[in-house]
């Protein structure tokens, strides 16, 4: 008779191809049996029978500003708040941290704080700036995930953006590396110079900021990263689209056959620009949020499949940073990695039908397929790591900011209603979270994408 390490029992699956009852048998960090009804002794056994089964989320944007503005979040809490939300892994972007992740010595940085004090497995992307196109091989040989550029303003003096000479050689070389290059797509000329011409006449509210980032940077600077990865054969990856219009500029060109994908952020899909003007800087972010009818769109590219991936973008700050009479001097960010999920099952699955398997799709499974983690990443499957969220689906409760797990307890979500609450998280078989406390130690590993970049077909 077999001996498991864990099963977990009669929980409801959720995979990208279906949903079913089964047990769950773990062996060494692994899954190594699932079926309807497993026989044979374990050391530890979950009882998952009323709980849904969700492959770990995989947040593919998040900013933990490690090392260097660790006042701002850190790795520890804000892999605590994934963990509370049913993530098993992340990848963190090259800023805020100090310094930036742009050469092979902040790299090693930011490994050593990562390894030292994550509750999840990780990766980490490198930069893309103006003056490192040298390092973009040290930084690939160390394992980055992609390289990560703005077009516009990042709003940190020490991660400039790139001008089109940098963007456009960058992705020649990222392309012979295997690499993929991820932009911030906002035309930078036209949102500046409508912002300085607000706050020169003394405009400096919510619609003023909002005025001065419209939909047409984004689409602007979209199609302009398109074009440059068309003539280089770079693959291309569009964070945080806030428009319906902005996908369909991606899912046009993919069809056209360039190696183009994007993410949009729960923020996009849940809050609208009337909701930045009565919660202030707490709902500020760039691109900012839209109206109704771009909202309307992306749910429609997200059930539709054109658009494939949600990320939560959790850009962190103090309290402080957000209190300023000036909006545009407001930090512009959102705290919610750890909503990710709940927000898509409330919004998504309970209020607008959205079913499970694309959920599951959209937080992990191709997140571990575009960004190439290997193939024991983002599935549950025999083979793969015992990475699960476990989730009563009927649970309701409000958000309350004593429930977050943030530096700074403050988010556009609480005194949210709440439907689907994440009860326990696994990472590779051992708990990390269980009924709203984190399990320590800390033990999250670095996770190296593979060197090739997949056929689009692949994706």
Same mark, same amino acid.
Request: proline content about 5%; aromatic content about 8%; glycine content about 8%.
């Given at each position: 008779?077999?001996t498991?390490?864990? !099963? ?6 959720v995979?990208v191809n279906?949903?079913?009852?089964a047990?769950?048998a !773990? !062996?060494?960090?692994?899954?190594? &049996? ?7 002794? =374990? ?22 500003n /490690?090392?260097g ?14 963990a509370?939300?049913?993530a ?6 090259p800023?805020?941290?100090h310094p ?15 390894? &030292?004090?994550?509750y ?36 940190? /003096?020490?991660?400039?953006a !790139? ?7 960058g ?8 690499r993929?290059?991820?932009?911030? =797509? ?14 020169t ?6 619609q ?12 602007? +600077?979209?199609?302009r990263?398109?074009?440059?990865a068309?003539?280089?054969?770079c ?14 500029l991606v ?5 056209q056959?360039?190696?183009v994908?994007?993410?949009t ?7 609208t ?7 202030g800087?707490? &709902? ?11 909202q309307?769109?992306l749910?429609q ?16 700050a103090?309290?402080e ?5 000036d ?14 999920? &709940?927000?898509?099952?409330? /919004?998504?699955y ?30 549950l499957?025999?083979? +793969?790591?015992a ?5 009563d689906l ?22 949210r ?13 051992r ?6 406390k ?15 970049i997949?056929?689009? /077909?692949?994706?």
């Amino acid at each position: 008779m077999k001996t498991y390490d864990l !099963v977990i029992r009669g929980g409801t699956l959720v995979t990208v191809n279906g949903i079913r009852r089964a047990d769950v048998a !773990v !062996v060494d960090e692994r899954i190594v &049996a699932i079926s309807p009804e497993l026989s044979g002794g =374990a050391q530890a056994v979950i009882d998952a029978y009323n709980l849904h089964i969700f492959p770990g989320v995989i947040d593919a944007h998040v900013h933990f500003n /490690e090392p260097g503005r660790t006042f701002w979040e850190g790795i520890a809490s804000g892999s605590s708040a994934l963990a509370a939300g049913g993530a098993t892994a992340f990848f963190d972007m090259p800023l805020n941290a100090h310094p930036p992740t742009i050469d092979a010595a902040s790299f090693a940085e930011k490994l050593a704080a990562a390894e &030292a004090s994550s509750y999840v497995d990780f990766g980490l992307w490198g930069g893309l700036v103006p003056g490192n196109i040298e390092q973009l091989d040290e930084l690939a040989e160390r394992g980055v995930v992609g390289f990560k550029a703005f077009m516009s303003n990042s709003g940190i /003096e020490d991660f400039q953006a !790139v001008d089109d000479a940098t963007l456009y050689q960058g992705m020649q070389r990222s392309a012979q590396l295997g690499r993929l290059v991820a932009v911030h =797509a906002e035309n930078d000329q036209l949102t500046a110079a409508l912002a300085q011409e607000a706050r020169t006449q003394g405009r400096v509210g919510v619609q003023d900021y909002l005025a001065s980032r419209p939909v047409v940077a984004e689409l602007e +600077a979209i199609e302009r990263a398109i074009t440059f990865a068309r003539e280089t054969g770079c693959a291309l990856h569009i964070v945080h689209v806030s428009s319906g219009r902005g996908v369909r500029l991606v899912a046009s060109a993919r069809a056209q056959g360039v190696d183009v994908s994007c993410e949009t952020c729960p923020h996009y899909l849940v809050l609208t620009e009337e909701d930045m003007v009565e919660l202030g800087a707490l &709902a500020k972010c760039a691109p900012p949020l839209r109206a109704v009818d771009e909202q309307a769109a992306l749910w429609q590219h997200l059930f539709s499949g054109t658009l494939p991936m949600v990320s939560s973008d959790h850009s962190p700050a103090p309290f402080e940073m957000k209190e300023r009479p000036d909006f545009f001097e407001a930090w512009g960010g959102i705290s919610g990695c750890q909503s990710l999920l &709940a927000l898509l099952l409330t /919004e998504g699955y309970h209020r607008r039908h959205m079913p499970l398997s694309l959920i599951a799709a959209a937080t992990s499974e191709f997140v571990a397929r575009r960004f190439q983690l290997p193939p024991y990443k983002g599935r549950l499957e025999v083979g +793969a790591d015992a990475d699960f969220a476990l989730i009563d689906l009927s649970a309701t409760y409000q958000l309350q900011s004593h429930d977050l797990f943030y530096r700074h307890a403050h988010s556009p979500y609480v005194g949210r209603d709440f439907r689907g609450r994440v009860v326990r998280t696994l990472v590779r078989g051992r708990t990390v979270f269980l009924d709203g406390k984190i399990m320590g130690p800390p033990g999250g590993h670095f996770l190296q994408p593979f060197p090739l970049i997949p056929s689009l /077909e692949s994706i």
